[in-house]
């Protein structure tokens, strides 16, 4: 499948003239489709907003959206992410005057999401922390005593008994409180409830921490809750923070069924899909999903071992974004590198667009200082990991 040679021009001509790292954008011809290949952002660490500065597994970077909504989208347009995870393009579509919609299979997305969309004042946080009795008596479970101090697992049962029963209720304050919580539970520093554990975005199985425990010689030591809290808020608040001008659309379900979005409203879709038999989400979220209250067994979280499975998949999901995405409108679809970058999974997702009302303009592959250009056509991967961004652009058909 190749780009309609009328179709998309300002963007193409856009992508064969970026030079904004020094290096000229290489065009390149290969198996029907047309790859751009350059460091289209930064690699440096931490460009973005502070507010984008919550951990979850397998989340891209904010310069990956905010590329696309700057030159896709006019303020006040409609951005959208079906696989949101901890909710970097509804953030930042915010943060740069645009109307945020996401939506998530995991309940987790919308707690981490939604009071950053529209925050409270670190003083808010402050009040709202003080009418909390952390020294609540309240049920938890003992084998967590290897990720907390006895003292700490206490305060930490205690606020989530206090969050579950008011869960139908919380103020916008506590909905923050309870999203900082649950970025804190576990990590690598005293920045975190837990004593050492890696990696920060995910939990170990409590015999994994025993081990770590055991290696290590540590003990967990005795955090301060309340304090951690209010240290991470004023992290998160400290620089500029979105002003909607209309609430977000934030939904929690299947991608391939958004009832919620009307038909041609969003102007832009920057999403990445969970890759091919890469990442558990459910195993790497069992302690969030403990203090959230909710049964990590419920979430049909969608898990491939086939490429053919991971295909359908994908093909549900843009037959739903061909409906929700106006004509003239444009899907940002990154999918990485898996196994090594022998499987391109760019190709799938141009075969699973098939015959819907969707042009691919091409491949972009954001390709980092630390690779080799080689890299992008799996071969020559000299480090582990994944090594460059490959996003597939489509434009829906009607303008």
Request: net charge positive; proline share 7%; aromatic share 8%.
């Amino acid at each position: 499948m190749t780009a309609h040679p009328n179709l998309s021009s300002a963007i193409t001509a856009s992508l064969a003239a970026f030079s904004g790292f020094g290096r000229p954008t290489e065009i390149v011809e290969r198996d029907g489709l047309t790859y751009f290949v350059n460091e289209f952002w930064t690699a440096r660490q931490r460009q973005a907003s502070s507010l984008h500065e919550i951990s979850y597994r397998a989340c891209f970077k904010a310069e990956l959206p905010r590329f696309f909504i700057e030159r896709l989208t006019e303020p006040g347009d409609l951005v959208y992410d079906p696989f949101m995870g901890r909710g970097t393009t509804p953030l930042e579509a915010a943060l740069l005057g645009r109307r945020a919609a996401g939506n998530d299979v995991n309940p987790l997305s919308a707690m981490l999401v939604g009071p950053r969309l529209a925050p409270p004042t670190l003083e808010e946080v402050g009040e709202a922390l003080a009418t909390i009795d952390l020294d609540a008596e309240a049920a938890t479970d003992p084998d967590l005593l290897a990720f907390y101090h006895p003292d700490t697992l206490r305060q930490i049962a205690a606020l989530r008994a206090w969050l579950l029963a008011r869960a139908d209720r919380l103020t916008l304050a506590e909905r923050w409180i309870r999203m900082v919580a649950l970025n804190r539970l576990t990590g690598h520093s005293s920045g975190f409830f837990s004593v050492y554990t890696l990696p920060p975005n995910q939990a170990v199985s409590v015999n994994s921490q025993r081990r770590i425990n055991a290696r290590r010689g540590q003990t967990p030591p005795r955090r301060d809750v309340a304090a951690i809290i209010l240290r991470k808020s004023a992290r998160l608040l400290g620089e500029t923070v979105p002003q909607p001008t209309e609430p977000p659309v934030l939904t929690t379900g299947r991608a391939s069924r958004t009832p919620a979005l009307a038909d041609a409203s969003v102007a832009l879709c920057v999403t990445s899909p969970p890759f091919l038999d890469v990442v558990d989400y459910a195993g790497d979220n069992w302690l969030r999903c403990w203090f959230a209250g909710i049964d990590p067994r419920t979430v049909a979280i969608d898990h491939h071992r086939t490429v053919a499975e991971w295909t359908a998949f994908v093909r549900g999901a843009l037959v739903e974004l061909a409906r929700v995405v106006r004509p003239g409108g444009n899907i940002a679809f990154e999918v990485g590198e898996v196994r090594g970058g022998k499987v391109l999974l760019e190709r799938h997702v141009a075969e699973a667009a098939l015959g819907l009302p969707l042009d691919l303009v091409g491949v972009i592959v954001n390709d980092q200082a630390f690779t080799k250009t080689a890299n992008c056509w799996g071969v020559g991967n000299n480090s582990r990991g994944t090594n460059t961004n490959r996003i597939c652009l489509f434009r829906r058909h009607g303008a």
